[in-house]
């Protein structure tokens, strides 16, 4: 296969990364205004760990078990602060 050819796949995947990433922090907007409603905190340590646990038993390396785990941290933190931002607006 060509590098071009290898680049467009890699182009069709960060389309769909960029379509989930969107799509899990509408999520996140959803659960801020739940937990404002309930009084909820918006971190849960306890189920942030288990997230990131169960991310990393879905991968097959060592390498990936790792970068998966600073991805999913990163991911939970973005998630966190848009709550924390929607949350102080309302």
């Known amino acids: 296969m060509e590098l071009k050819e290898l680049?467009?796949?890699?182009?069709?995947?960060?389309a769909e990364i960029v379509r989930l990433f969107e799509k899990r922090l509408a999520i996140s907007e959803r659960m801020a205004a739940?937990?404002?409603?309930n009084g909820m905190p918006i971190q849960d340590a306890a189920r942030e760990e288990e997230?990131?646990?169960?991310?990393?038993s879905m991968?097959?390396?060592?390498?990936?078990?790792?970068?998966i785990k600073?991805?999913?941290?990163l991911l939970i933190s973005l998630s966190r602060k848009l709550q924390?931002?929607?949350?102080?607006?309302s």
Do not use: G, P
């Not at 924390?84 to 607006?89: D, S, V």
């Open 70 to 73: 600073e991805l999913y941290t």
């Open 84 to 89: 924390e931002e929607l949350i102080k607006k």
């Open 59 to 67: 991968t097959h390396t060592a390498f990936n078990r790792q970068h």
């Open 34 to 37: 739940y937990k404002k409603q």
């Open 7 to 14: 680049r467009k796949k890699i182009d069709a995947v960060d």
């Open 51 to 56: 997230k990131i646990a169960q991310v990393q």
